[in-house]
């Protein structure tokens, strides 16, 4: 009669990794979800009216709020976020502060710019004279957004992360510690930002992964130890009189 024997090793193996694998699938679909949501929400203020700065300043929540800018830039002082890839290409965004009309700086990001040689930086031109502006507000999810300036004149500065409080405090202004991301029009360069840089059909397609490798450890178990179990039931029984 056939039984199934799989043996102690395999049976603590399986139970140590498939409750893993099944908690890493439904985690990604977890996440999956939460991709969904925040692109809906990021979705229903990006095309909602724009708010002005006071309201901006005193939101509880600002994240991919639209917002009114009227003010100058200012030239002198801008920063080329590196590491920035677009269709295969390295580049720079060009972040610069903004004056807004009611007297806070504001840090703008008006976009991408390819590197034309990393000998020099990327080219770029400032609008001179007031500027009336739409921009949205960039919080990256589960991180802050970090500047570690330098203590050296020289601008524009290469930086890797951005903490706008801190350039403000380096400038000596006071402005909001916020990235706004520049809409399409004549200030601004190439403004194809992903919302996430993971879409939820990523998390699921991992989470089918976890899932079927789940499946298939749970599957090599079964065989395993029904495979055990005919070689043990064919065994000769040995009895000595």
Known sequence: ?????????????????????????????????????????AELRRVASPVDLENLASSADPAWL??????HFDPRHSLLLDSRIRDGRAGVEL????????G??????????PWPDRREPPRFQTPEGPQRLIAWVYVPPGAAFELKPSAA????QLVNQVDA???????ARTGLPLELRLEGGPAAYRTDWAVVAMGPEKHLGYAVQWFALATALLGLFIYYGLRKGRENDHEPSTRHA
């Open 165 to 171: 409080a801190a350039l403000w405090q380096h400038l």
């Open 1 to 41: 009669m056939n039984g199934f024997r799989p043996g102690l090793g395999p049976a603590l193996v399986v139970l140590a990794l498939l409750p893993v694998l099944i908690g890493l699938g439904f985690w990604q679909l977890s996440r999956a979800e939460e991709k969904r949501a925040l692109l809906a929400a």
């Open 153 to 156: 004149s020289d601008w524009p």
């Open 66 to 71: 639209r917002v009114r800018l009227e003010g």
């Open 104 to 113: 806070r700086w504001v840090l703008v990001n008006r976009g991408w710019l």
């Open 95 to 102: 972040l610069q502060p903004f004056q807004d009309a009611s």
